[in-house]
């Protein structure tokens, strides 16, 4: 595989064009998450997902990286598909929290994958549900609407502190 800035480019639209199945599966995500949690979890919007493709597409080196495991997720089909079981997990749950961005939405993006992989099944081949469960954990979890991540941490250590 060759992926040069144009390549990268074709794989952010096309990550674009699923807007139409990967926000409702984020809200229904969000909804199950949020019951289970017992909190309100605000929907996403059309919008809010492609700010926040837009906003991963934006960093380069994240952009190349995201690029490629589309691409590879895009072609992925085991025969039997359990044989391949392990790659495209793997590979969904690296999307997922490279989407998200740092830690803690790195670890919740991953966990979250697992949760919108057994819920959704794109039929498409055995890489596309996991591509787009990954591309609903990672969004959901790099966009806000969660209670906890509405207010400054009480956990922050002040800079310039004496030492």
């Given at each position: 595989?060759?992926?040069?800035?144009?390549?990268?480019?074709?794989?952010?639209?096309?990550?674009?064009d699923r807007h139409s199945t990967v926000v409702p599966l984020v809200n229904s995500v969000r909804a199950d998450l949020g019951e289970a949690f017992a909190t309100e979890v605000d929907p996403i919007s059309a919008e809010g997902y492609?700010?926040?493709?837009?906003a991963v597409g934006a960093?380069?080196?994240?952009?190349v990286n995201v690029a490629a495991l589309v691409a590879i997720l895009r072609e992925l089909d085991v025969e039997g598909?359990?044989?391949?079981?392990?790659?495209?997990?793997?590979?969904g749950r690296e999307l997922a929290a490279m989407i998200a961005g740092d830690q803690p939405r790195r670890l919740l993006a991953e966990?979250?994958?697992?949760y919108a992989d057994i819920h959704h099944h794109a039929g498409e081949g055995a890489g596309t549900d996991d591509l787009e469960a990954a591309l609903a954990a990672g969004v959901q979890t790099r966009l806000p609407g969660w209670n906890w991540t509405?207010?400054?941490?009480?956990?922050?250590?002040?800079?310039?502190r004496k030492h």
């Open positions: 595989m060759q992926l040069t800035p144009a390549g990268v480019e074709a794989q952010f639209d096309w990550i674009h492609h700010e926040a493709i837009d960093n380069g080196d994240r952009a598909d359990y044989p391949g079981f392990v790659v495209d997990e793997l590979l966990a979250t994958f697992h509405e207010a400054e941490s009480p956990f922050a250590v002040e800079p310039n």
